[in-house]
C-alpha cells in the first residue's frame, strides 16, 4: 500500500527566508508525486508534479521539489518565502492506473515578519 | 474552465439526519473523486467515477454513504443517519483520464450536532 509521511507537523519562517518541507513516501512502483496547498477553510491547490523524467521540478509560486528515489523523498523547497505562503502544505503519491491520491498528514507554515 | 464546484460550502445538522453534497466538475473533465479530511489530517480517498461508473470505493465509505454520478456530469455524495464522526470537510476533484492533474474544489464542511 502506498503512504506518505511528513515528519514536521509545523514550521515557523520568517520571511524572506528559505523553506525546505519534508515528505517521503513509500511505494513500491514508479511513484506519481504531488504537493498541494491549502489555506484555511479552503479547498487544495496543486503546486507541482512529478511524474517522470526531470528529478527536479518546478511549480507555481517559486516552489520546487527534487525526487530522490534513492530516499524514497520529494521534498518541497522554496528560496525566499512571502508572508502569503503561510497554509499547510501535504504531499501525496498516486498510483499510476487510477490516481487515487495518498496525502501525508501535513505541514502547517507559519510566516513570521 | 470554472473549476470543481461544490455546494453547500457549510451544512450544520443534527445526528441522525441525512445530507447530501453536490460536485461539479470540470467540464469535459470524466473522472470525478470524492474525499474526506478531518482537523489536523490530509484527506482520505472516499471513491471515484469514471464517467457515471463508479470504479472504486474505500472501507471508509460505510453502508450509511452513497455516492452517484448519473449521466456521468454532476455527482452527490449522501451521508445518511448522521453521526458526530461524519464532521468533516468533503472534498470533490476531477481529472482527465490517466496522466492528468487531479483539481480539487473548494470543499464542503459538515458539522454534525
Known amino acids: 500500500a502506498q503512504s506518505v509521511t511528513q515528519p514536521d507537523i509545523h514550521i515557523t519562517v520568517s520571511e524572506g527566508a528559505s523553506l525546505e518541507l519534508r515528505c517521503n513516501y513509500s511505494y513500491g512502483a514508479t511513484p506519481y508525486l504531488f504537493w498541494y496547498v491549502q489555506s484555511p477553510g479552503q479547498g487544495l491547490q496543486l503546486l507541482l508534479k512529478?511524474?517522470?523524467?526531470?528529478?527536479l521540478v518546478q511549480g507555481i509560486k517559486g516552489f520546487e521539489a527534487e525526487f530522490k528515489r534513492s530516499q524514497s523523498s520529494f521534498n518541497l523547497r522554496k528560496p525566499s518565502v512571502h508572508w502569503s505562503d503561510a497554509a499547510e502544505y501535504f504531499c501525496?503519491?498516486?498510483?499510476?492506473?487510477?490516481?487515487?491520491?495518498?496525502f501525508g498528514a501535513g505541514t502547517t507554515v507559519t510566516v513570521r515578519a | 474552465d470554472t473549476g470543481v464546484s461544490q455546494n453547500p460550502r457549510h451544512k450544520i445538522t443534527k445526528r441522525g439526519q441525512n445530507v447530501t453534497f453536490r460536485c461539479d466538475p470540470i467540464s469535459e473533465h470524466n473522472r470525478l473523486y470524492w474525499y474526506r479530511q478531518t482537523l489536523g489530517q490530509g484527506p482520505e480517498f472516499l471513491t471515484y467515477?469514471?464517467?457515471?461508473?463508479?470504479?472504486?470505493k474505500s472501507r471508509l465509505l460505510s453502508d450509511r454513504f452513497s455516492a452517484e454520478r448519473p449521466k456521468g456530469s454532476f455527482s452527490t455524495l449522501e451521508i445518511q443517519r448522521t453521526e458526530q464522526g461524519d464532521s468533516a470537510m468533503y472534498l470533490c476533484?476531477?481529472?482527465?483520464?490517466?496522466?492528468?492533474?487531479?483539481?480539487f474544489g473548494e470543499g464542503s464542511w459538515l458539522t454534525v450536532v
Open positions: 467515477f469514471q464517467n457515471e461508473a463508479q470504479l472504486e
Open positions: 501525496a503519491v498516486g498510483s499510476g492506473g487510477d490516481y487515487k491520491l495518498s
Open positions: 512529478y511524474f517522470s523524467g526531470d528529478t
Open positions: 476533484a476531477s481529472s482527465l483520464q490517466t496522466g492528468n492533474t487531479i483539481y
